[in-house]
């Protein structure tokens, strides 16, 4: 048996990626299917810095959460895709959070803490992105 929490350091890896997975297609899925949600995200946050299609970039960002979610649940890519929300991350620190403060909850609201934890997390996978001896991933 292994030592607390019981699991082995791969299997570890693997549950932090699919948690990461479902984390961002759970906030897709519900951006999606709450009334105004897309239009609120673009109008409250990208049309405050002048982008063109706000609306087009929150799909986007949707999309991307969805298709790299389903990707990082198939161990696809998962370099690149861990790459790209670490990027998408610290694009919502910049234009959104950073300016909240540090703190999400009990000392704050919407600050960079829970953003920057994610992206620890995806450096971490990134890095121990593990793959079978034919090449497919674990």
């Known amino acids: 048996m292994n030592p607390f929490p019981f699991i082995s350091s791969k299997l570890s890896i693997i549950v932090l990626r ?10 897709a ?3 999606i299917k709450t009334k105004g949600s897309i239009d609120d ?11 063109i299609t706000p ?8 999309s991307f959460e969805i298709i790299g979610g389903i990707l990082l649940i198939s161990g696809i890519f998962v370099k690149w895709i861990s790459t790209g929300f670490i990027i998408l991350l610290l694009m919502g620190i910049i234009i959104i959070h ?6 999400v ?15 620890m997390a ?7 992105d593990m793959k079978r001896v034919d090449g497919q991933p674990l």
């Open 18 to 27: 699919i948690s990461l997975a479902i984390i961002f297609l759970i906030h």
């Open 41 to 51: 995200f673009a109008n409250s946050t990208f049309n405050k810095i002048w982008f």
């Open 98 to 103: 950073a300016q909240l403060g540090w703190f």
């Open 122 to 128: 995806f450096i971490v996978v990134a890095a121990t």
């Open 29 to 31: 899925i519900v951006r």
């Open 55 to 62: 609306k087009m970039i929150v799909w986007g960002i949707t």
């Open 105 to 119: 909850g009990e000392f704050g609201t919407g600050g960079c803490e829970y953003s920057f934890i994610l992206i």
